[in-house]
Structure formats: structure tokens, C-alpha cells
């Protein structure tokens, strides 16, 4: 098992940066890929950002280019979110996923059904 623990979200102003943070534990040697999803109140899940665990490669939602940033630190098993400029259509509850194993397929990294655990969400609210 991988237990997921994010952290860092908040409310600011539209305009403003954020930086989330996932910390894994468990079973990290297994972990394959890690990422984020995201969910604005009455809409579905939302594909963020993830990222390949041995080589660093991302895969990131055409929403967030070039505002999201996503990175790791192997050494610390953690995963972050770097989120500049802002917007109030931003504001969700940010889901850290991870995934055992890694993937084939960069179209796999978008899917929910790609990832086995799931941390239990961190609020971000974007005021205009």
C-alpha cells in the first residue's frame, strides 16, 4: 500500500501562486508515476499534471501550460504542484494520485483508472 498526504492548499487571490505539496509513504519503491487530479464543486474529475517517477517526464493537461508546474523529490518521496497565475475557474479540491508501476502510453496518464491510490484531497479556492 501507498498512503498519500497532501498539503498547501488554501485561498488567495486570482493572480496569485501556490504550491502543493504529496508526500508518499508505504510501498514508494513501487511507486511508477504520480500526479494530480482536481474536481470543481458539481463538475467530474479533472486531469492536472503527472509525472514519470524514474525519468521526471510530464504530462500535463492543456488548461494548465504554462501556469502548473509539476515536479518530485525522489529522495523525499514527494511530489509538488507549483501553480501561478491564478484563476477563480482554478478553484477545486486537488487530488495527489499514484500509480504502482509505470505506464505505457502517454494518452494513460489522463485516466483516473490509471492510478491505484488516491490522497484525500486539499482545497484550493481562487477569488476573483
Known amino acids: 500500500q501507498v498512503q498519500l498526504v497532501e498539503s498547501g492548499g488554501g485561498l488567495v487571490q486570482a493572480g496569485d501562486s501556490l504550491r502543493l505539496s504529496c508526500a508518499a509513504s508505504?510501498?514508494?519503491?513501487?511507486?511508477?508515476?504520480m500526479g494530480w487530479f482536481r474536481q470543481a464543486p458539481g463538475k467530474d474529475y479533472e486531469f492536472v499534471q503527472a509525472?514519470?517517477?524514474?525519468?521526471?517526464?510530464?504530462y500535463l493537461a492543456d488548461s494548465v501550460k504554462g501556469r502548473f508546474t509539476i515536479s518530485r523529490d525522489t529522495a523525499k518521496n514527494t511530489v509538488y504542484l507549483q501553480m501561478n497565475s491564478l484563476k477563480p475557474e482554478d478553484t477545486a479540491v486537488y487530488y495527489c494520485?499514484?500509480?504502482?508501476?509505470?505506464?505505457?502510453?502517454?494518452?494513460?496518464?489522463?485516466?483516473?483508472?490509471?492510478?491505484?491510490?488516491w490522497g484525500q484531497g486539499t482545497q484550493v479556492t481562487v477569488s476573483s
Open positions: 494520485v499514484a500509480r504502482e508501476g509505470d505506464l505505457e502510453g502517454s494518452y494513460r496518464y489522463s485516466r483516473r483508472t490509471s492510478y491505484d491510490y
Open positions: 509525472i514519470r517517477w524514474s525519468t521526471g517526464n510530464t
Open positions: 508505504g510501498r514508494t519503491f513501487s511507486i511508477g508515476v
